[in-house]
């Protein structure tokens, strides 16, 4: 399961941050998780407690965050929010042809720490 995968980099992405800081505790992180990542929040604090054992994260909380997907319509240049009523298409201009610009991803957004 990619959870496992994503926690470990997010773990040791704020471990770094953590070390940088001179920070002895990490108090909790906080994770954009992108609805077309493929990966599920609720798995995420599944594997959290045992991805972070041992390392500077255990017992630190974790914090998920839902990143809606975002599209970019390259017919009229504008951003929106893809919804299944409209069937994906842009709602400014119908176009069809348009790339995902956010929610695609699992991204560190913060790291609470302790000194
Ligand atoms: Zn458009």
Redesign the pocket.
Known sequence: MHEMSYLMRMISMAAEVAEKNGAKKVTKIVVDVGKTSGVMPYYMYKYYPEASKGTVLEGAELECLEIPVKAF?E??N?EYYPVRENRYL?P??G?RKARIIEGRDVALRNVVIED
């Open positions: 319509c017919e009229c504008k842009c400014h201009c176009g």
